[in-house]
């Protein structure tokens, strides 16, 4: 019922910008709480930013002043704004839908020269 599109990854270099997108079909996407995750190799899989039905946000203090989320309620999208990006930013990064616990497939961001 419910599916969750990612895209916006891929490979920039230190100090580059990129934009992930996650695009939610089947779902009342406006009464979601969301949330993009990133796990890196070797590494427990981590909470980077949310937003809240209302549009309340959270952001890990790893990314904080760098990363920005948002949402457009009328594109059932969520959106992460990633600059300044470092190597230590690289990992899989999913979306999450938090009310039910459903997640996205990943996509990989890869921070180097």
């Known amino acids: 019922q419910v599916q969750l599109v990612e895209s916006g990854g891929g490979l920039v270099q230190p100090g580059g910008s990129l934009r992930l997108s996650c695009t939610a079909s089947?779902?009342?996407?406006?009464?979601?709480?969301m949330g993009w995750y990133r796990q890196a190799p070797g590494r427990q899989r981590e909470l980077v930013a949310s937003?809240?039905?209302?549009?309340?946000?959270y952001s890990a203090g790893s990314v904080k002043g760098r990363f920005t989320i948002s949402r457009d309620n009328a594109k059932n999208t969520v959106y992460l704004q990633m600059n300044n990006l470092k190597p230590e930013d690289t990992a899989v990064y999913y979306c999450?839908?938090?009310?039910?616990?459903?997640w996205g497939q990943g996509t990989q961001v890869t921070v180097s020269s």
């Open positions: 999450k839908i938090i009310n039910i616990g459903f």
């Open positions: 937003i809240t039905s209302s549009g309340s946000t």
């Open positions: 089947g779902s009342i996407f406006s009464n979601y709480a």
